[in-house]
């Protein structure tokens, strides 16, 4: 008997070693990852935190943890969906996740991505609640340099007044295009297009009635070219248009006659109703251009033809 005892206590002792091995790498894994898991007994009320958690929240294991406590380290416009996600998950009795914003205590905020699950008895109702808080702060971190990054590079190539392309971004688009059509043996079309009379317009009427006009203007170029095809604003009322992949000549003389009309459809801006004209030039690589600043030389050129022609109509620009 005593022997089996010996061996009881020492299979125990086994166990007792192996659990507290396992509790051990289960604190340095949650340690890794940020992650702290926690519970809470509906019945009892009682409420259990990982000391990772505590760690996340900068708030001392010493203490137990109540609703108030930890609901005033919660970013006060988020604790409503997380409240709202705990309700979903006793309500459907599924898991549930969301992410929201805590409070440390020296006022520095972190990101937290949460999941909330629910523990049934044998009669299917709650009894107990449990869930992770992962610290993402560094991933969010992360995405929102990105995002940042994305927002200075948009702005840096667009033009703030009309939301198309600015005179970099143009130039980019230009040279991928080309480069593009080089490689793939297809044509690219630009068309520089120059609104006619528009400084007049703008001194008579105003500067805020001429930027909103060329809002409109913009908008009707959009309106005009597909979706991988580029509008920009190069100049005061100067834009151009980057046709790519075109597959015959004529379709840019195509797209430059359904501008025109466009543009020539009334224009109302507060109470001011007039009519627009546009002189636009054609140039088409390779046909008639070796390079990126070449075919802007020749479209350029093409479009002080059409001034001189008596404007309100294209020139396509050739070397023959």
């Known amino acids: 008997m005593l022997i089996i005892a010996l061996g009881l206590l020492f299979a ?19 340690a890794t990852v940020n992650v702290g898991h926690w519970s809470w007994d509906i019945k009892t009320k009682a409420t259990y935190w990982s000391d990772q958690l505590f760690t996340i929240y900068a708030m001392p294991n ?31 009795k599924k898991p549930q996740s969301e992410e929201f914003k805590i409070i440390q205590s020296d006022g520095s905020i972190r990101y937290i991505s949460s999941t909330i699950e629910v523990e049934l008895d044998s009669n299917e109702d709650v009894i107990r609640i449990f869930g992770t808080n992962q610290d993402i702060s560094d991933r969010k971190k992360a995405e929102e340099l990105k995002l940042s990054q994305e927002i200075y590079a948009h702005s840096a190539h667009h033009d703030f007044l009309t939301r198309v392309n600015n005179r970099l971004g143009f130039d980019a688009n230009l040279e991928h295009a080309i480069q593009s059509a080089t490689r793939n043996k297809h044509k690219t079309a630009l068309l520089y297009i120059d609104l006619d009379e528009f400084k007049p317009i703008n001194d008579d009427l105003g500067h805020y009635f001429g930027d909103e006009l060329l809002k409109v203007i913009a908008q009707r170029l959009k309106d005009s070219v597909r979706s991988e095809d580029t509008v920009a604003r190069v100049g005061g009322d100067e834009f151009a248009i980057i046709l790519t992949k075109i597959t015959e000549n004529n379709n840019a003389q195509v797209i430059a006659e359904k501008i025109i009309h466009c543009i020539n459809k009334p ?7 007039l009519t627009l004209t546009v002189s636009i030039g054609i140039c088409i690589f390779p046909d008639d251009a070796d390079d990126d600043e070449e075919i802007v030389r020749n479209a350029d050129n093409a479009m002080y033809q059409t001034k001189r022609n008596g404007r309100n109509g294209y020139h396509v620009f050739t070397n023959n």
């Open 267 to 273: 224009i109302t801006i507060n109470g001011h109703t």
């Open 62 to 92: 010493s203490n137990p943890v109540t609703y108030p406590l930890w609901s005033s380290r919660v970013y006060p416009d988020d604790l409503n969906k997380v409240n709202e996600a705990k309700q979903r998950a006793i309500t459907t």
């Open 12 to 30: 125990s002792s086994r166990v007792n070693r192996t659990h507290k091995r396992n509790i051990d790498e289960l604190k340095k894994l949650q």
